[in-house]
């Protein structure tokens, strides 16, 4: 089992940039697909990036809406995974959660059911 904790939210006006944290415990972390996913108020959850057990960047994905915005990346020795997020929109605004997928799955972010893990999630405004 897979806890997951993340910090880092806040509040940053358009153009700005913020850095959000997810820390992992309780199982051995490196095996995992990790990735981010938001929802904003009356909209379906989507997937944001994803990164692949390996961390290099030929194994990481992000949705279209992100791409050269934001960076996802993983700390294996710290167990925690980053999502660098900068040009920042009024769009962004959400509540941004981190989750893992089960072992062995697909590491893609429009799979979502595969992400059995979930984070508490953390809030972002963009003004």
């Known amino acids: 089992h897979v806890q997951l904790v993340e910090s880092g939210g806040g509040s940053v006006q358009a153009g700005g940039s913020l850095g959000l944290s997810c820390a992992a415990s309780?199982?051995?972390?490196?095996?995992?697909?990790m990735a981010w996913f938001r929802q904003a108020p009356g909209k379906q959850r989507e997937g944001v990036a994803a990164i692949d057990s390996d961390g290099n960047d030929a194994s990481t994905k992000y949705a279209d809406s992100v791409k050269g915005r934001f960076t996802i990346s993983q700390d294996n020795a710290k167990n925690t995974v980053y999502l660098q997020m900068s040009s920042l929109k009024p769009d962004d605004t959400a509540m941004y959660y981190c989750a893992a997928a089960r072992p062995g799955a697909y590491c893609d972010i429009s799979r979502e059911s595969d992400f059995v893990y979930w984070g508490q999630g953390t809030q972002v405004t963009v003004s």
């Open positions: 309780g199982a051995t972390y490196s095996s995992y697909c």
